[in-house]
């Protein structure tokens, strides 16, 4: 605990010495980022299949996908739906829990009256993971639902009548990318639980292990073995490369493994290790997995990621404005931009890797080499705040793109369990297609999804809250999954 101390003091010295230097110290106090973290993780309970335990604190969900896998002989019952929809797509689900992990392990000790929470809301996917990794022998449960037949309806998790199909990835049909990913969550959670739950931490680990050695041995894209089921929700673009050297980097921190450096030593340079990427996704791992390995060499000087630090500073730098690298987008009120879709999910994963980089540079007074300049971690997490208090409500329309914080937030949320009338309320079925209506209403969404960050605004900071255009107003696991890490930073300095 004297390193955590040590690493809090000089993190508030650094946010001390940020604040005098800009003479803007924050348009959010304390309190409000602790309260933007505490709803951050509420959100999850509105994503949550299955079983809901007495606890849930979003009651207006109710039980939902009861039988999944059970056609199949297997029980695939739990985890999360991905955004809007009622389907469980395993590689997003896996990146979300990957990251949700991480955001514990950097700033679990600025989140102490919400660790618990947090711990909840990634065993919650990791005890549907190990189950997905486990059921099986040689085979991976990567799906269930079929989105095609999904997205015809609008209808209430609890009334589903669509098909839930079980898809796999297997020996002869390999996914060595959701693989992978599905190895980095549970050996990033096994890190979460090794204080807490011994054993099932080491049972993370032991699963963790063998889907990884499954997805190295049986190599091949999950896109070109499931194709339209998988294909253009959540293809794998960037390939399997970059999954399988951020999952062999997880087990590598969580279990120190000799065989796993071994293995990112010899591996690094055909996966990518060389590779400079500007952006970090439930896709594309590079830039993730950079930051992630740096720590070794700014840590411990373990020269062999020296190389890992230098293609991390390059993507530090690229998103720098005034250095020589600089090549990111932002909008004209300051919002990093990358794309029109979901721009929110690479704004929360930007500004966790720019804190997290942020805490390994001080670690040992090091500084990001951008040419012939230095930024320092005070201008990392500068920038990290810029975005994190944009997000919340410091931009030009003075709207806060999370739901449920703030006095002027989206009311129309591309989700079907938060836009028909809860099973509470209403508890008749409501068909397939008669739900529609709700879609299509102007009414407010009745059932307020607390925490859920949003697609977000375009690239002139302009927001459309229209249910119907789910490209800026539908909420997604994973961009709120490291935007927990950041808000416990602020929330604490």
């Not at 800009?22 to 959010?28: K, N, P, V, W």
């Not at 199909?165 to 990318?177: A, C, F, M």
């Not at 340079?269 to 950079?290: C, E, H, I, L, V």
């Not at 008669?434 to 209403?441: H, I, K, R, V």
Request: aromatic letters at 12%.
């Amino acid at each position: 605990m004297a390193s955590a101390t040590k690493y809090s003091m000089v993190m508030q010295i650094l946010s001390l010495t940020l604040c005098l230097l800009t003479l803007s110290c924050s348009a959010f106090t304390s309190k409000d980022y602790a309260d933007a973290l505490a709803k951050s993780i509420l959100f999850y309970e509105g994503q949550r299949s299955g079983k809901l335990p007495s606890s849930q604190r979003l009651t207006w969900r109710g039980d939902s996908g009861l039988s999944d896998g059970s056609s199949y002989h297997v029980d695939l019952v739990g985890g999360y739906y991905d955004a809007g929809d009622n389907v469980k797509f395993g590689l997003p689900m896996a990146f979300t829990t990957t990251l949700l992990a991480w955001s514990v392990i950097e700033f679990g000790n600025s989140m102490p009256s919400q660790i618990g929470n947090a711990r909840a809301a990634i065993r919650w996917s990791t005890d549907y993971l190990l189950k997905a990794a486990t059921a099986t022998p040689g085979t991976l449960y990567v799906q269930v639902g079929d989105p095609n037949m999904d997205h015809k309806c609008w209808e209430r998790p609890e009334d589903m009548d669509t098909p839930r199909n079980v898809y796999k990835v297997s020996k002869q049909n390999p996914g060595s990318d959701v693989a992978a990913e599905t190895a980095a969550a549970l050996a990033a959670a096994s890190i979460v639980f090794k204080d807490s739950d011994p054993s099932y931490s080491t049972k993370l680990l032991q699963t963790a292990m063998k889907v990884f050695d499954f997805a190295d041995r049986y190599r091949g894209s999950y896109s070109d073995s499931l194709s339209s089921v998988v294909c253009p929700f959540y293809c794998s673009y960037s390939g399997y490369h970059d999954e399988l050297l951020w999952g062999a980097s997880w087990i590598h921190r969580a279990s120190n493994n000799a065989s796993f450096l071994a293995y990112i030593q010899s591996n690094g340079q055909t996966m990518g290790a060389d590779d400079d990427d500007y952006s970090f996704s439930w896709d594309d791992k590079r830039a993730g997995t950079k930051v992630l390995l740096s720590k070794d060499f700014l840590e411990k000087n373990t020269e062999e990621f020296q190389l890992y630090k230098r293609h991390s500073d390059n993507y530090i730098c690229s998103l720098i404005p005034g250095t020589s690298s600089f090549q990111a987008q932002y909008t004209p009120g300051g919002l990093f931009y990358k794309g029109s879709e979901s721009n929110l999910q690479y704004v929360t994963s930007t500004a966790f890797l720019l804190l997290t980089y942020a805490k390994y540079l001080s670690s040992n007074g090091g500084s990001a080499s951008c040419g012939t300049s230095t930024v320092t971690a005070e201008r990392l997490i500068s920038l990290a705040k810029k975005q994190v208090d944009y997000i919340l409500g410091d931009n030009p329309a003075k709207m806060s793109y999370m739901v449920g914080f703030g006095d002027k937030y989206p009311q129309h949320v591309h989700h079907r369990g938060s836009s028909l009338p809860s099973v509470r309320t209403h508890p008749d079925h409501i068909a397939c297609s008669n739900g529609f209506q709700y879609l299509y209403s102007a009414s407010p969404n009745p059932n307020v999804l607390v925490g859920a960050i949003l697609g977000g605004p375009n690239n002139r900071d302009s927001f459309a809250d229209d249910r119907n255009n789910y490209q800026q107003s539908e909420p997604a696991t994973y961009i709120n999954a490291p935007f927990v890490g950041a808000l416990a930073f602020f929330s604490a300095n």
